[in-house]
């Protein structure tokens, strides 16, 4: 669901660029589009309780929202829409991600928005919002020449934005505590599991030993099983 709602974002702001103004019935008919194209067998509910169908509703009304709301209000200027970003962190480590959107405001500045659409809004304390938006925002600065750029993540199911102001200074902290992970993610020689409710989730969760999925999650897991048991060798290496 996620996928499909932000290739339809992707869409209306490449319009919008390309001087249209897409209706939300356009947009509505694009998601219908994509969802019937992408539901492959392959796709499957984790809850077990739930069916397809429900998703495609609430993408529905999560695009519904974003016209009426952030959309239409927005007069902003689209710079990039999928932008893959790169900072090199040192002689073997380079920072790779790809910002939803990149764009200026009204009054020039530059921003970078990352659009969610889980249930719960996040907190700039997080993994995430506290790190990832702003390595991007500081990918983005370095890419424009700019000295500042606003770092933001838009809840699509609450049309609620969350901003932080990244400055050079602040960038280059990020990054260097960024870089400090990622060699002590590289030192690290043990990788015990972890189980716990996301197991249901887990592209690993077939093969994995200490997989724990209770049978409401099993969706996924069922389905990774059933996979495995037709194509012998899959998830061989
Ligand atoms: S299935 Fe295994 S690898 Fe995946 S989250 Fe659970 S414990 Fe970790």
Not at 34 to 61: F, K, N, Q
Not at 96 to 111: C, P, S, V, Y
Not at 142 to 160: C, I, K, M, V
Request: proline share 3%; with cysteine.
């Amino acid at each position: 669901m996620g996928n499909v709602v932000h290739d339809v974002l992707e869409w209306l702001y490449a319009e919008r660029e390309n001087g249209s103004s897409p209706s939300l019935e356009a947009a509505l008919e694009n998601l219908a589009d994509r969802w019937t194209t992408g539901m492959t067998e392959e796709i499957t509910v984790i809850r077990c309780s739930d069916r397809a169908h429900a998703y495609l509703i609430t993408a529905r009304e999560i695009l519904e929202r974003f016209h009426r709301g952030a959309f239409s209000r927005d007069r902003s200027r689209t710079v990039a829409l999928e932008q893959r970003l790169n900072h090199r962190l040192s002689d073997d480590v380079v920072f790779t991600g790809f910002a939803d959107r990149i764009g200026r405001t009204e009054t020039g500045r530059l921003f970078v928005v990352d659009y969610k659409t889980s249930k719960k809004e996040g907190d700039p304390s997080e993994f995430s919002e506290g790190l990832q938006a702003p390595l991007y925002a500081a990918c983005a600065m370095q890419r424009n020449d700019d000295s500042e750029a606003l770092a933001g993540y838009h809840y699509l199911r609450h049309d609620s934005s969350h901003w932080q102001s990244v400055t050079i200074d602040r960038a280059g902290e990020l990054l260097e505590r960024f870089r400090q992970l990622a060699e002590e993610t590289r030192a690290a020689t043990e990788f015990d599991a972890r189980p716990g409710v996301l197991c249901a989730w887990c592209g690993f969760n077939a093969i994995c030993p200490a997989a724990e999925v209770p049978p409401a999650l099993s969706g996924g897991f069922d389905k990774a099983r059933e996979i495995k048991a037709r194509t012998p060798g899959l998830f061989e290496t």
